[in-house]
T-cell receptor, first 115, second 110 residues
């Protein structure tokens, strides 16, 4: 499809395990964003990438969280030593470019449950 | 960190106009106002954005006050499918980091 694709759609893991969440942005989009949404809450900004520039990591909640974007396309969000409070829906979005008029296109999210 | 304030929830009768307010009193002169909505269990969807002038598209209208300290999203003829959480966003100054607040939960009633 032509939209933002995220995988897995659902992930259940045990406390202390590492998880990787993947995002395939829309082809040609240079900006990519990760957000987290806990149950019943709004979206919490985590990180964004724009082209080859250094990513804005200011929203990552701890050093257990990291993200990379290889080749300016696919991105992986990694959570190490998961905790129960990491349980949330992780949303990825992309836009043609990071600009004032950039419209964000969101994926359906990856629901992470930490037992 | 959200730079906007919205009512927690609103109801609207089906077929009537839904007017969703947003306060952004600290907005800077070159910052746009964006509106997104999130229908249950889906990713947020872009609706509209504006800088100074009122804007209209096939989904909605955006009315921005002259001092730019507040705006209103108008859904002219609300349907049951418009039931969603609506987010008003002002991008963090100097970045392209979009901070979503808690939004307004709009319920369209039959």
């Amino acid at each position: 499809g032509a939209g933002v694709s995220q995988s897995p759609s659902n992930k259940v893991t045990e406390k202390g395990k590492d998880v990787e969440l993947r995002c395939d942005p829309i082809s040609g989009h240079t900006a990519l964003y990760w957000y987290r949404q806990s149950l019943g809450q709004g979206l919490e900004f985590l990180i964004y990438f724009q082209g080859n520039s250094a990513p804005d990591k200011s929203g990552l909640p701890s050093d257990r969280f990291s993200a990379e974007r290889t080749g300016g396309s696919v991105s992986t969000l990694t959570i190490q030593r998961t905790q129960q409070e990491d349980s949330a829906v992780y949303l990825c979005a992309s836009s043609l470019t990071a600009s004032d008029t950039g419209e964000l296109f969101f994926g359906e999210g990856s629901r992470l449950t930490v037992l | 960190d959200a730079k906007t304030t919205q009512p927690t929830s609103m109801d609207c009768a089906e077929g009537r106009a839904a007017n969703l307010p947003c306060n952004h009193s600290t907005i800077s002169g070159n910052e746009y106002v964006y509106w997104y909505r999130q229908i249950h269990s889906q990713g947020p969807q872009y609706i509209i954005h504006g800088l100074k002038n009122n804007e209209t598209n096939e989904m909605a209208s955006l009315i921005i006050t002259e001092d730019r300290k507040s705006s209103t999203l108008i859904l002219p003829h609300a349907t049951l499918r418009d039931t969603a959480v609506y987010y008003c966003i002002v991008r963090a100054s100097g970045t392209y980091k979009y901070i979503f607040g808690t939004g307004t939960r709009l319920k369209v009633l039959a």
